[in-house]
């Protein structure tokens, strides 16, 4: 009798079950979408920092930040004076960005420590490429005259080139130099080789580069063909293609030639590290922090907290209203069906009131009603979450795009590559825009929540449901209602 | 069967208190026919609650075979209402998104019958009332008189003691009315059952045999030898 009842009922009352199931879909849909798109939001997140880290890497060591200020070797371009009127001259100056190093020691002794599965060094250069043309005997006071070079010497009170009506095409780069031998880690892996080969382990010191993909097609390079870094002729042997769309650096090539280039012998400018462990991040940042003076940990976690943009913005906003407007919506649509199915009882207080007259117990009734109302529950969630999954849907076919600001705030600590930056150009590529493309993608384990939710609803209902039919007397089937 | 003494219900809303019954002594014979009649408020529909175990009397006893319905605990009085009493109300009760015959097997349900005994037994029950043919007919596709039939079948098919019926006729045009009591008292004769009835209609009351007249909570018996 029990789903007889219970199928005549929803069947006949097809109404009424769809309006409690309504307003559970609505809240079920509403949180699937909601964490669906905030699971895209910390993915979207995941490819900026895996952009500037690559995959796998836990935490960065960097150099302790130093005073600005201090004893800092900024450098200017230095043309030779050659005199010959109108001949052009070209320089290459090859930067550490950020100015800051470590030892490669440093390297090994962060390796040691308890909890770190791997550590791996890479030098991160900015290479300046200024070509330019000086009309002589012109010395035009500073506020005349035409463009210097933007970078370098800029803000720094004397000594800059004012050359007027000198005439300067400014080009920068980005070099890392990555470890060959351990190509499962840092920057290069969140990148694919879409044609040629990566480095070989045995390449330590080759003159090979493997160049990003967007920089080849902006400089019509490819694999066979070389690549000059400051007077070093590289042959390219691999094209990658950064999965994010913003590669790292613009050239790759290996640690020791960096060095090599950069007059930067055994130094790097980050480490990179995998925990063994991704639940003791926190505590392996602390061991590095406190064995290894003078350095800087930035874990994922900090890192995320620099991002800024559209994309943390949505992200805040997903987090914080997203969520609290799901909570409403559910609770609202938890007491709506409540309602609904406790003023449905009371239009049948004769009907129920009938049953008792006719010997059925208590219980029984009871029963009845809630099993009326768990099936409402899960058509609503059912509702929900094919409501839900055409949200997400929408959302992830529409994929607005969201611009992510890295380390554009918060004056340079703790980023990779960061450290004390009194202008110039190295700030700028620290500071990195990404455009991302929004998806929701919806999870099992948010469809368990959905499921979840669907019963947790109708057990709601019912349980309003129930009490009030509980209560109701035999004597209730001789009520004049309706 | 029954033996009710100094039975009073009283109904407090707010501060006004009705009594409903006043203290009420009455006799039933087994296999007996009572009519109740009497003004409306009177307490008519009250003192059938009472019999039928529907709610229990505020003062006095309500003995039924030899145990105090007012007295019973709760689970059992729903047994005795399962087993032994059939009810008939004045505006049909049946559930209106079962069909008749699944109406009519809700009153088997607490006796533990299952599936195809079940709804045998129901098709036999409405056979007896000549709804035989509209066994899969919900109630808002049945006149009401053929309505009022299905609910007598409901109350029958158990094969109460006691057939209690609150104005069975009432809510019913003139036609069906002499078919429905013609078919109560058929049953009645038939099956040998107690039959208590509350109606308003007099040509009904004077053919009763006995009657029972309520007025203000207060009961008089008039006996009709000639009935
Ligand atoms: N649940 C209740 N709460 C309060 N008062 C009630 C309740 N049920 C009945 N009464 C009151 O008790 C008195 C008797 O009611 P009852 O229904 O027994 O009358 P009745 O004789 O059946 O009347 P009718 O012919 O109109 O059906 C009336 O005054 C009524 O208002
Ligand atoms: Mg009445």
Same mark, same amino acid.
């Given at each position: 009798?029990?789903?007889?009842?219970?199928?005549?009922?929803?069947?006949?009352?097809?109404?009424?079950?769809?309006?409690?199931?309504?307003?559970?879909?609505?809240?079920?849909?509403?949180?699937?979408?909601?964490?669906?798109?905030?699971?895209?939001?910390?993915?979207?997140?995941?490819?900026?920092?895996?952009?500037?880290?690559?995959?796998?890497?836990?935490?960065?060591?960097?150099?302790?930040?130093?005073?600005?200020?201090?004893?800092?070797?900024?450098?200017?371009?230095?043309?030779?004076?050659?005199?010959?009127?109108?001949?052009?001259?070209?320089?290459?100056?090859?930067?550490?960005?950020?100015?800051?190093?470590?030892?490669?020691?440093?390297?090994?002794?962060?390796?040691?420590?308890?909890?770190?599965?791997?550590?791996?060094?890479?030098?991160?250069?900015?290479?300046?490429?200024?070509?330019?043309?000086?009309?002589?005997?012109?010395?035009?006071?500073?506020?005349?005259?035409?463009?210097?070079?933007?970078?370098?010497?800029?803000?720094?009170?004397?000594?800059?080139?004012?050359?007027?009506?000198?005439?300067?095409?400014?080009?920068?780069?980005?070099?890392?130099?990555?470890?060959?031998?351990?190509?499962?880690?840092?920057?290069?892996?969140?990148?694919?080789?879409?044609?040629?080969?990566?480095?070989?382990?045995?390449?330590?010191?080759?003159?090979?580069?493997?160049?990003?993909?967007?920089?080849?097609?902006?400089?019509?390079?490819?694999?066979?063909?070389?690549?000059?870094?400051?007077?070093?002729?590289?042959?390219?042997?691999?094209?990658?293609?950064?999965?994010?769309?913003?590669?790292?650096?613009?050239?790759?090539?290996?640690?020791?030639?960096?060095?090599?280039?950069?007059?930067?012998?055994?130094?790097?400018?980050?480490?990179?590290?995998?925990?063994?462990?991704?639940?003791?991040?926190?505590?392996?940042?602390?061991?590095?922090?406190?064995?290894?003076?003078?350095?800087?940990?930035?874990?994922?976690?900090?890192?995320?907290?620099?991002?800024?943009?559209?994309?943390?913005?949505?992200?805040?906003?997903?987090?914080?209203?997203?969520?609290?407007?799901?909570?409403?919506?559910?609770?609202?649509?938890?007491?709506?069906?409540?309602?609904?199915?406790?003023?449905?009882?009371?239009?049948?207080?004769?009907?129920? *009131?009938? !049953?008792? &007259?006719? $010997?059925?117990?208590?219980? #029984?009734?009871? %029963?009845?009603?809630?099993?009326? /109302? =768990?099936?409402?529950?899960?058509?609503?969630?059912?509702?929900?979450?094919?409501?839900?999954?055409?949200?997400?849907?929408?959302?992830?076919?529409?994929?607005?795009?969201?611009?992510?600001?890295?380390?554009?705030?918060?004056?340079?600590?703790?980023?990779?590559?960061?450290?004390?930056?009194?202008?110039?150009?190295?700030?700028?590529?620290?500071?990195?825009?990404?455009?991302?493309?929004?998806?929701?993608?919806?999870?099992?384990?948010?469809?368990?929540?959905?499921?979840?939710?669907?019963?947790? *609803?109708? !057990?709601? &209902?019912? $349980?309003?449901?129930?009490? #009030?039919?509980? %209560?109701?007397?035999?004597?209730? /089937? =001789?009520?004049?209602?309706? | 069967?029954?033996?009710?003494?100094?039975?009073?219900?009283?109904?407090?809303?707010?501060?006004?208190?009705?009594?409903?019954?006043?203290?009420?002594?009455?006799?039933?014979?087994?296999?007996?026919?009572?009519?109740?009649?009497?003004?409306?408020?009177?307490?008519?529909?009250?003192?059938?609650?009472?019999?039928?175990?529907?709610?229990?009397?505020?003062?006095?006893?309500?003995?039924?075979?030899?145990?105090?319905?007012?007295?019973?605990?709760?689970?059992?009085?729903?047994?005795?209402?399962?087993?032994?009493?059939?009810?008939?109300?004045?505006?049909?009760?049946?559930?209106?998104?079962?069909?008749?015959?699944?109406?009519?097997?809700?009153?088997?349900?607490?006796?533990?019958?299952?599936?195809?005994?079940?709804?045998?037994?129901?098709?036999?029950?409405?056979?007896?009332?000549?709804?035989?043919?509209?066994?899969?007919?919900?109630?808002?596709?049945?006149?009401?008189?053929?309505?009022?039939?299905?609910?007598?079948?409901?109350?029958?098919?158990?094969?109460?003691?006691?057939?209690?019926?609150?104005?069975?006729?009432?809510?019913?045009?003139?036609?069906?009315?002499?078919?429905?009591?013609?078919?109560?008292?058929?049953?009645?004769?038939?099956?040998?059952?107690?039959?208590?009835?509350?109606?308003?209609?007099?040509?009904?009351?004077?053919?009763?045999?006995?009657?029972?007249?309520?007025?203000?909570?207060?009961?008089?018996?008039?006996?009709?030898?000639?009935?």
């Amino acid at each position: 009798m029990f789903f007889t009842y219970l199928r005549r009922e929803l069947r006949r009352r097809r109404k009424a079950a769809l309006v409690v199931a309504s307003g559970l879909a609505l809240g079920i849909a509403l949180v699937i979408v909601v964490s669906s798109v905030s699971s895209g939001m910390s993915q979207a997140q995941d490819k900026v920092l895996q952009s500037l880290y690559g995959l796998g890497t836990d935490m960065t060591v960097t150099k302790a930040a130093a005073p600005p200020g201090e004893g800092d070797n900024r450098r200017r371009f230095e043309f030779d004076a050659k005199g010959d009127t109108g001949a052009e001259q070209s320089s290459d100056r090859v930067m550490v960005q950020g100015f800051q190093t470590l030892a490669s020691s440093t390297v090994t002794q962060v390796g040691g420590q308890d909890g770190v599965a791997q550590a791996v060094g890479g030098l991160s250069l900015t290479v300046l490429k200024v070509n330019g043309e000086f009309k002589p005997g012109e010395i035009t006071p500073p506020q005349g005259g035409g463009r210097t070079g933007q970078g370098g010497t800029g803000g720094a009170g004397g000594g800059e080139v004012r050359g007027g009506g000198a005439a300067f095409d400014v080009n920068s780069y980005t070099v890392f130099g990555t470890d060959v031998a351990a190509p499962a880690l840092g920057p290069l892996t969140s990148s694919k080789i879409t044609t040629g080969r990566t480095f070989k382990s045995t390449e330590t010191d080759a003159a090979v580069a493997v160049v990003d993909s967007a920089y080849a097609k902006e400089k019509s390079l490819a694999v066979g063909k070389t690549v000059t870094i400051s007077g070093t002729k590289f042959s390219i042997v691999g094209v990658a293609t950064a999965d994010s769309g913003d590669s790292a650096a613009n050239l790759y090539i290996p640690l020791k030639k960096a060095q090599t280039l950069a007059d930067s012998k055994d130094k790097v400018t980050t480490v990179y590290v995998k925990a063994a462990d991704s639940q003791q991040i926190d505590s392996v940042k602390s061991a590095i922090q406190k064995n290894i003076p003078d350095t800087t940990v930035t874990t994922s976690a900090d890192l995320a907290g620099t991002v800024s943009g559209s994309l943390s913005t949505a992200s805040d906003l997903a987090t914080t209203v997203g969520k609290w407007l799901s909570i409403a919506v559910l609770i609202a649509a938890f007491l709506v069906a409540g309602l609904l199915t406790s003023s449905a009882v009371s239009r049948r207080v004769r009907e129920f *009131g009938t !049953l008792k &007259a006719l $010997g059925w117990k208590s219980g #029984r009734v009871t %029963r009845q009603v809630v099993g009326e /109302a =768990l099936v409402n529950g899960l058509l609503g969630g059912v509702l929900g979450i094919a409501l839900g999954l055409g949200g997400a849907y929408l959302v992830t076919a529409i994929s607005p795009t969201l611009t992510a600001q890295l380390g554009s705030t918060g004056g340079g600590g703790g980023l990779a590559g960061g450290g004390p930056m009194g202008g110039g150009p190295a700030r700028q590529t620290a500071s990195k825009a990404l455009d991302i493309a929004l998806t929701a993608p919806v999870s099992v384990s948010t469809i368990g929540i959905a499921v979840g939710l669907a019963v947790a *609803g109708g !057990l709601i &209902a019912g $349980g309003f449901g129930g009490w #009030r039919a509980s %209560r109701l007397r035999p004597a209730d /089937a =001789l009520r004049r209602v309706e | 069967m029954y033996q009710l003494r100094g039975v009073t219900k009283r109904y407090s809303r707010g501060k006004k208190t009705v009594d409903a019954l006043a203290g009420v002594d009455l006799t039933i014979e087994d296999g007996g026919r009572l009519v109740i009649q009497g003004p409306t408020g009177g307490g008519k529909s009250t003192l059938l609650q009472m019999l039928g175990g529907l709610d229990r009397p505020t003062r006095g006893s309500v003995e039924f075979d030899g145990v105090d319905l007012a007295q019973l605990p709760e689970a059992r009085l729903t047994k005795v209402r399962a087993e032994s009493i059939g009810f008939v109300f004045q505006s049909f009760n049946l559930i209106p998104t079962l069909t008749a015959q699944e109406n009519v097997e809700t009153a088997l349900v607490p006796l533990g019958l299952k599936g195809a005994a079940r709804r045998e037994r129901a098709a036999e029950a409405l056979g007896s009332v000549g709804l035989g043919e509209r066994l899969g007919h919900v109630p808002g596709e049945l006149s009401g008189g053929q309505q009022q039939r299905v609910a007598i079948a409901r109350a029958l098919v158990k094969r109460p003691k006691v057939l209690l019926a609150d104005e069975p006729t009432g809510n019913l045009d003139e036609s069906m009315r002499d078919e429905i009591m013609e078919l109560l008292e058929g049953l009645w004769k038939e099956h040998g059952l107690t039959f208590i009835m509350v109606t308003h209609d007099s040509s009904i009351a004077r053919r009763a045999p006995r009657l029972a007249t309520i007025r203000k909570g207060r009961v008089t018996i008039t006996e009709n030898a000639a009935a």
